[in-house]
């Protein structure tokens, strides 16, 4: 169902703004950029005229929390608009969505029968036998708007899921900075204490991955590495000599979504990633990722809840007042926010009943491909894998039961202040603080 119209102003008042920010710092100088800092891309520990890897950048660390950081992910989408208009539009809401495109999760022969008098052409087809579920990707005839198309397709039945292909941000960052990955293993290897990723391209060649095991799906066979599954992935299994993630040693399986196109982190992409996770029955999925309510995503979602996986997203970094973001806010989703190392919840972090967790999510340090090897992170798309990697210690693959009593576990682990409360910024307290790694490591 199409939302009102008072949150489509409403985002579109929002949208707007974010495209003046987005002039204003094209045009502005270096200054006014560092005012605007990207809250989910790895920042460098050292950067030339700011300062070096002899002295880890405790300045910036130490500096106020700037007053206006829930934009930032506005004057991103606003930036892929423009680059991409070509394959790229908003939907009534002001998110973005792939050109022409709209998803039908399990539709009957009938309706794509229907479908097809109409004009509309069957461009893409997956099967997730595991979950029970099909998803057929629809192009739109020619001259006809995607809005349009997606009303025409729901009057053909009311019952049937249709929905825009949304587009889903890595955290803050432009999906056009995920990399890709490798092609899927074709033994289906069930190995214990292995957890997912669904995310943007791993260095797999990182020292921090030289003993873990990755296995790789999306993008054709392709690699292209990218700052941010660099980092996600090494926060959850990655070792060094200073450096140790949440579950280092443990088999990673890391799905690429973004592979460096405009239309990486379409909804339709993560759908195949939950399907191959799934089909290698990974218990527990980390989705760093933000975006809209998606009829596809939200069946895709439910029916993994429903087979006993555990999927661990970030809340977002819109804001305390922002509306809620998906996956996070999905029934049975575990939605992490992320604390400072005073263990105080992050100004930007989204607040609400979505949130499950905190974790460490600033004034750490990840893996990052090129030089220097290791980078500053900030925002919740870094807090949300240390649960997951937590988690997957006790839920090596999927089960209900299994899954119920690995949050009970982690929930008695979780540190806040009323412990017969439960939070909005913190949910039921914060858990991993002592895996933050510090930049004073680094040295």
């Given at each position: 169902?199409?939302?009102?119209m008072?949150?489509?102003?409403?985002?579109?008042?929002?949208?707007?703004?974010?495209?003046?920010?987005?002039?204003?710092?094209?045009?502005?100088?270096?200054?006014?950029?560092?005012?605007?800092?990207?809250?989910?891309?790895?920042?460098?520990?050292?950067?030339?005229?700011?300062?070096?890897?002899?002295?880890?950048?405790?300045?910036?660390?130490?500096r106020?929390?700037?007053?206006?950081?829930?934009?930032?992910?506005?004057?991103?989408?606003?930036?892929?608009?423009?680059?991409?208009?070509?394959?790229?539009?908003?939907?009534?809401?002001?998110?973005?969505?792939?050109?022409?495109?709209?998803?039908?999760?399990?539709?009957?022969?009938?309706?794509?029968?229907?479908?097809?008098?109409?004009?509309?052409?069957?461009?893409?087809?997956?099967?997730?036998?595991?979950?029970?579920?099909?998803l057929i990707?629809?192009?739109?005839?020619?001259?006809?708007?995607?809005a349009?198309?997606?009303?025409?397709?729901?009057?053909?039945?009311?019952?049937?899921?249709?929905?825009?292909?949304?587009?889903?941000?890595?955290?803050?960052?432009?999906?056009?900075?995920?990399g890709?990955?490798?092609?899927?293993?074709?033994?289906?290897?069930?190995?214990?204490?292995?957890?997912?990723?669904?995310?943007?391209?791993?260095a797999?060649?990182?020292?921090?991955?030289?003993?873990?095991?990755?296995?790789?799906?999306?993008?054709?066979?392709?690699?292209?590495?990218?700052?941010?599954?660099?980092?996600?992935?090494?926060?959850?299994?990655?070792?060094?000599?200073?450096?140790?993630?949440?579950?280092?040693g443990t088999?990673?399986?890391?799905?690429?979504?973004?592979?460096?196109?405009?239309?990486?982190?379409?909804?339709?992409?993560?759908?195949?990633?939950?399907?191959?996770?799934?089909?290698?029955?990974?218990?527990?999925?980390?989705?760093s990722?933000?975006?809209?309510?998606?009829?596809?995503?939200?069946?895709?979602?439910?029916?993994?809840?429903?087979?006993?996986?555990?999927?661990?997203?970030?809340?977002?970094?819109?804001?305390?007042?922002?509306?809620?973001?998906?996956?996070?806010?999905?029934?049975?989703?575990?939605g992490?926010?992320?604390?400072?190392?005073?263990?105080?919840?992050?100004?930007?972090?989204?607040?609400?009943?979505?949130?499950?967790?905190?974790?460490?999510?600033?004034?750490?340090?990840?893996?990052?491909?090129?030089?220097?090897?290791?980078?500053?992170?900030?925002?919740?798309?870094?807090?949300?894998?240390?649960?997951?990697?937590?988690?997957?210690?006790?839920?090596?693959?999927?089960?209900?039961?299994?899954?119920?009593?690995?949050?009970?576990?982690?929930?008695?682990?979780?540190?806040?202040?009323?412990?017969?409360?439960?939070?909005?910024?913190?949910?039921?307290?914060?858990?991993?603080?002592?895996?933050?790694?510090?930049?004073?490591?680094?040295?």
């Amino acid at each position: 169902m199409l939302t009102s119209m008072k949150p489509c102003r409403s985002l579109s008042k929002r949208l707007a703004q974010a495209v003046v920010a987005l002039v204003l710092c094209a045009a502005g100088a270096a200054n006014a950029q560092l005012r605007l800092p990207s809250l989910n891309l790895p920042q460098p520990l050292g950067q030339p005229g700011l300062d070096t890897l002899v002295r880890p950048a405790e300045r910036l660390l130490d500096r106020a929390e700037p007053d206006e950081l829930g934009a930032l992910r506005l004057v991103q989408v606003a930036e892929l608009l423009r680059r991409h208009p070509d394959v790229l539009e908003v939907d009534p809401r002001g998110e973005p969505v792939v050109r022409s495109e709209i998803l039908a999760t399990s539709p009957t022969p009938a309706v794509l029968r229907a479908a097809a008098g109409l004009g509309f052409q069957l461009i893409r087809e997956q099967q997730f036998d595991d979950l029970g579920a099909s998803l057929i990707v629809l192009r739109a005839p020619a001259g006809m708007k995607t809005a349009e198309a997606l009303a025409r397709l729901r009057s053909l039945d009311p019952q049937a899921s249709f929905d825009f292909n949304h587009v889903y941000m890595s955290g803050a960052s432009v999906p056009l900075d995920g990399g890709a990955t490798g092609s899927a293993p074709t033994g289906g290897v069930r190995a214990p204490g292995a957890v997912g990723l669904i995310d943007s391209g791993v260095a797999t060649g990182h020292p921090v991955f030289a003993e873990a095991t990755i296995e790789e799906f999306g993008c054709g066979g392709t690699r292209h590495p990218a700052p941010h599954g660099t980092a996600v992935a090494a926060l959850m299994v990655g070792r060094a000599e200073r450096f140790r993630g949440a579950a280092s040693g443990t088999r990673l399986y890391a799905a690429d979504i973004y592979c460096d196109s405009p239309t990486g982190g379409s909804a339709d992409k993560i759908a195949a990633a939950l399907g191959w996770m799934s089909k290698h029955g990974v218990g527990v999925i980390n989705l760093s990722l933000v975006g809209p309510a998606n009829a596809t995503l939200g069946r895709m979602v439910a029916a993994m809840v429903a087979r006993g996986h555990l999927l661990v997203a970030a809340v977002g970094n819109d804001g305390p007042a922002a509306p809620p973001l998906y996956p996070a806010s999905y029934p049975g989703v575990v939605g992490v926010s992320g604390v400072d190392r005073q263990g105080r919840p992050l100004p930007e972090a989204a607040r609400g009943p979505q949130v499950m967790f905190a974790a460490p999510g600033s004034q750490m340090v990840s893996a990052a491909p090129g030089a220097p090897p290791y980078r500053q992170v900030r925002g919740t798309s870094f807090a949300a894998p240390i649960v997951a990697a937590l988690l997957a210690q006790s839920l090596p693959q999927p089960d209900r039961e299994a899954s119920a009593r690995a949050l009970a576990a982690l929930r008695r682990q979780a540190v806040r202040s009323d412990p017969a409360s439960i939070s909005n910024a913190t949910g039921y307290g914060v858990v991993g603080a002592s895996l933050r790694v510090d930049p004073a490591r680094f040295r």
